[in-house]
């Protein structure tokens, strides 16, 4: 059996598809998967929570059509198998507490926990970074989503209280030790997922990829305001825009991990309001509903700062809040999210934990 967590990300969002760096942590939500070898000729996954069974022959994978949880099965599996690695069939069952579409890569544990799991069973021989690569490219191959490596490995390496500070580039990070004195992290969801996010989200990844060449850059990691600066008249407002937020979140990402050694929240916090300025703004991939709980959140004193998390368009924002205030701005925003949409948001607490490992 195999425990894959979720993750939470404090800053540093569409940074890590340009080589650059983001701050997140593995929590204590995630997919636990429980795998054995069979006899059979066909292997067996069962989603629990969906009570929905799927059947397949290891040698006829292809991505489905409307697939859903299947295709990130198949695509760790096939990824498995383009390394020229053998597994034989197998029967799983897997269930998971990581609300879908939150922004909080349920995909990315459910990934994570099939390749650890068929590394461990056939004795691939897999390293940690391997594995997240096949995740990674399950994704992109399976569900068409060119994400970048975040996800994967803030599931894989997550470290208990400790967020990672990850360098895209060299896919190493180094754990800190969170703790916010008077702070909490709340993350409250919008519970809507706007259609055409997965697009949107690969056309942002070419946009960044397009100002790059321009910029003769490996990525945007690379460069500075002055360079962007110096082609902006040769590219469109929208995609200055774009480049200049990952360039400005790439340095608010190093800037977090020093302020985070004083431990002084409120500039933390500040960072975070510029954050999903930016990627409201200049990046547009937020949405009314996030808009809203972050002007709601900027209202209140008790709240240090807070952003929108994840690839955008609906899921949750990640908020600093006052301890002692926590209960009070629950009910608050709560309030006042259902009297705005109709519908309500969900509040979650999450505790930063350990990476993917096997139940013993
Ligand atoms: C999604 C992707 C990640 C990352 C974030 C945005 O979660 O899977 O790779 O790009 O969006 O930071």
Not at 43 to 55: F, G, P, T
Request: aromatic share 10%; net charge positive.
């Amino acid at each position: 059996m195999v425990f894959a967590p979720g993750r939470i990300n404090l800053i540093g969002e569409h940074t890590d598809y340009n080589d650059g760096f983001a701050f997140p942590a593995a929590i204590n939500k995630g997919i636990a998967l429980a795998i054995s070898k069979n006899n059979s000729d066909k292997s067996k996954v069962y989603a629990l929570n969906k009570e929905e069974l799927y059947e397949f022959s290891l040698d006829t994978i292809k991505p489905l059509e409307n697939g859903g949880w299947r295709n990130y099965v198949l695509g760790v599996v096939s990824e498995i198998k383009k390394r020229g690695l053998n597994i034989g069939n197998f029967n799983s069952v897997f269930a998971g507490n990581i609300p879908g579409g939150a922004g909080m890569s349920s995909s990315a544990a459910l990934e994570n926990s099939f390749v650890y799991g068929l590394n461990e069973l056939f004795a691939l021989g897999l390293s940690k970074n391997e594995m997240i690569l096949i995740s990674q490219k399950a994704e992109h191959n399976y569900a068409g989503v060119k994400c970048g490596i975040m996800d994967q490995y803030a599931s894989m390496f997550g470290v208990k209280r400790s967020a990672l500070l990850l360098d895209c580039r060299t896919i190493a990070s180094q754990p800190f030790r969170i703790d916010l004195k008077k702070y909490t992290l709340m993350l409250i969801n919008t519970n809507v997922k706007h259609d055409l996010s997965e697009s949107a989200y690969n056309e942002r990844r070419s946009v960044c990829e397009k100002v790059s060449r321009k910029l003769y850059v490996k990525a945007l990691r690379d460069a500075s305001i002055e360079n962007l600066e110096a082609i902006k008249n040769e590219i469109s407002s929208g995609d200055y825009q774009k480049a200049l937020y990952i360039i400005q979140e790439n340095k608010r990402v190093q800037l977090f991990s020093e302020i985070i050694q004083e431990g002084d929240v409120n500039a933390l916090g500040k960072l975070l309001y510029q954050s999903h300025e930016g990627l409201s703004t200049k990046y547009k991939v937020s949405c009314e509903e996030l808009d809203f709980l972050i002007a709601q959140a900027k209202q209140n004193p008790n709240i240090a700062g807070a952003r929108m998390m994840g690839g955008g368009f609906g899921g949750c924002t990640i908020n600093l809040v006052l301890k002692s205030e926590y209960k009070k701005f629950r009910k608050d925003i709560s309030t006042k999210f259902k009297k705005e949409y109709g519908k309500a948001c969900a509040i979650y607490k999450v505790k930063l934990s350990q990476g993917t490992h096997l139940i013993k």
